[in-house]
């Protein structure tokens, strides 16, 4: 593909020129649409009416009457990709453009896009300099047989005409650490009778010939060292070496397209009050038990620091884990990300009470193990104390007053600030809150699940308890509609909730669809009108929702600007009555509030 892209004025003019004289006819030519500069400042736009005028534009530029190949430059996350692309549909149908692309999106905004149209090209950064692509969105494009356009394929430079000193990945102290991955490249592409950077463009092509790399230049003999990398053979002994050579861990540094894309948000995240003793939080948590998954393949560990340093830096500070997620390696990961400073800008929530004896789930609640988890927790977090210490589930064997007697305790040693339930009765939080003041119940509450407001809502807010709602977008629910379960690894313990079986999901659907179209009126994402309900629940309230990529964190965190009315919220009220979920949101042997009454303490001491 000879690809032309023609962002500035004087690309185009230079554009124009070249493609005279019957030389368009012999190209196929992408541009792209999505970004402009407004009062200096870098925008980026996915409205229908711009998508149509940026059209017209190009095409009067560049004097042609379709556009070949016509790419959503970046994604604009305050308009659904679903608007974007029903506009460049139409585009297509009145033969201004024949493919559509996308540029740098998110594996769920690719099938999301991909629904309304078919997306014929993904173009994305990918080089031996960076390959986190290769973790879901290649295989995403793969699945649905997207073509995969590489931009920067010799690493913004690295691999041929040396540094860029204004990104993150040239800078002294991590180009040093770096160097040594271009002299194993460059000592290989001497002995294959190459340049280092035919070598680098050699491994693109040799990734599948559904991958088209796109190398820039403005040099004929750069263009003739590029074309040369097609007669560079390797074999699988090659691909491996290099393979090695370009590892994850042997690249330090950010590169310009994720810090754009990734940059901090502009949202400003409020502050409130979590319960009645003092702690304050941002108004939205970061879940994190997805980051450390039990099944299926890991997630890179640079990439989710990464992500949590994002979080941590666009202000959601909340970060909420488990000594049972990843069975236990998600504190370890959390101690990891929370080094340099970033312990002290974080309010930071662990669990204890669920664990595997004998390959079997087991809740307990006992004293002793209650304080040697505490201890473990600390150990693995590597931190002194546990600003928020949730009991995640309640051991129906042990009165709730022995079990808090002993966090009492860990408060007083200064080992935990401030003491949390899970999935509790009223009854079982009135009893723990007589023996030390609860300060926040996480329980499960969204458009999907809203039992909890018949009586462990009021009871919460009687007591001055704050609120803490998991699984906000419905176990991802709002996230990608009834598709989410074509998401589900195969040991994805969602398989198994009765709300997800097909029977149910087919009339599960229907409420998916009205949020749908609310929040396209809304201007916003399905996912960020379910958030905002929660954040409209009230001031006591924080929603957790969990990600593992920062294109889906962003979506999150775009919730907190996003606007109802009284009118907005009766709307939703409606299209979330009870009669409009089918199945039960877990199955009848998980512990839930349902099944969290304790014993009477008297039980206790007569045993004792």
């Given amino acids: 593909m000879a690809e032309l892209e023609s962002i500035a004025s004087a690309n185009v003019s230079r554009a124009i020129d070249a493609l005279k004289d019957g030389i368009r006819e012999k190209v196929e030519l992408a541009t792209k649409f999505g970004r402009r500069i407004v009062d200096g400042q870098m925008d980026i736009c996915g409205d229908p009416a711009y998508v149509r005028v940026a059209c017209e534009a190009s095409l009067k530029r560049l004097d042609t009457d379709c556009i070949d190949l016509y790419y959503q430059h970046r994604a604009d996350t305050r308009v659904p990709i679903e608007v974007t692309m029903g506009e460049v549909k139409k585009l297509v149908e009145e033969g201004k453009v024949k493919y559509i692309g996308l540029s740098e999106a998110s594996p769920s905004t690719i099938r999301r896009a991909h629904a309304v149209h078919p997306v014929t090209a993904m173009q994305l950064e990918w080089s031996m300099w ?3 692509v290769e973790a879901e969105i290649i295989p995403t494009c793969r699945e649905l047989g997207i073509g995969i356009v590489a931009y920067s394929p010799l690493g913004q430079g690295f691999f041929s005409s ?7 990945r040239f800078q002294p102290d991590n180009l040093e650490h770096n160097k040594s991955v271009f002299e194993r490249v460059n000592g290989m592409s001497n002995r294959k009778g190459c340049t280092p950077s035919q070598l680098a463009l050699a491994w693109l092509h040799h990734q599948g010939n559904d991958v088209c790399p796109i190398p820039g230049t403005t040099k004929f003999a750069n263009l003739n060292e590029n074309i040369g990398a097609l007669s560079v053979k390797l074999t699988e002994e090659d691909m491996t070496e290099l393979e090695a050579i370009a590892s994850a861990v042997l690249i330090k540094g950010g590169i310009l397209a994720r810090c754009k894309t990734h940059q901090k948000s502009s949202v400003k995240v409020p502050r409130i009050k979590l319960g009645s003793q003092g702690l304050q939080v941002s108004a939205q948590g970061l879940g994190c038990m997805g980051m450390t998954p039990l099944s299926g393949p890991p997630n890179p560990e640079p990439y989710m620091i990464k992500l949590i340093h994002h979080a941590i830096n666009s202000g959601i500070t909340f970060l909420d884990t488990s000594d049972i997620y990843g069975q236990k390696t998600n504190e370890i990961l959390l101690g990891k990300a929370l080094k340099d400073g970033m312990r002290e800008k974080v309010e930071l929530a662990t669990k204890f009470g669920i664990r595997f004896v004998n390959g079997q789930t087991d809740i307990c609640g006992d004293p002793a193990y209650v304080r040697a988890a505490c201890e473990a927790s600390l ?12 009991q995640h589930r309640i051991d129906t064997r042990v009165p709730i007053e022995v079990t808090i007697g002993e966090l009492k305790k860990l408060v007083e040693e200064g080992k935990v600030k401030y ?3 899970s999935e509790a009765s009223a009854s079982t939080i009135r009893r723990a809150h007589a023996v030390h003041p609860i300060t926040a119940v996480q329980l499960e509450w969204s458009l999907w699940t809203r039992d909890v407001e018949e ?6 807010r009687e007591l001055g308890i704050g609120i803490v709602a998991y699984s906000p977008l419905g176990q991802g629910f709002f996230s990608y509609g009834p598709k989410v379960v074509e998401t589900f690894s195969e040991r994805d313990f969602r398989k198994s909730l009765p709300r997800f079986q097909p029977e149910n ?4 659907k229907s409420l998916f669809e009205r949020v749908k179209d609310m929040a396209n009126r809304k201007g916003c994402t399905p996912s960020q009108l379910a958030l ?13 929702p969990g990600t593992t990529k920062i294109e889906n964190f962003n979506d999150n965190i775009g919730a907190l600007s996003v606007k109802l009315t009284k009118e907005d919220m009766a709307e939703l009220e409606s299209i979330a009555s009870a009669d409009a979920i089918k199945g039960d949101r877990y199955g009848p042997d998980m512990a839930t509030w349902k099944n969290s009454d304790t014993p009477p303490l008297s039980t ?3 045993a004792s």
Avoid: F
């Avoid at 905002?532 to 957790?544: K, S, Y």
């Fill in 130 to 132: 960076s390959r986190d």
């Fill in 162 to 168: 040396g540094a860029k000193l204004n990104l993150p």
């Fill in 532 to 544: 905002a309900w929660v954040h409209h629940q009230g001031n006591d309230v924080c929603p957790i």
């Fill in 505 to 508: 999901m087919e009339h599960n």
């Fill in 379 to 390: 150990k693995r977090l590597d931190i002194d104390c546990i600003d928020l210490y949730y």
């Fill in 419 to 421: 003491i949390g339930l």
């Fill in 604 to 606: 206790w001491k007569a």
């Fill in 455 to 460: 009586e462990i809502i009021p009871t919460c």
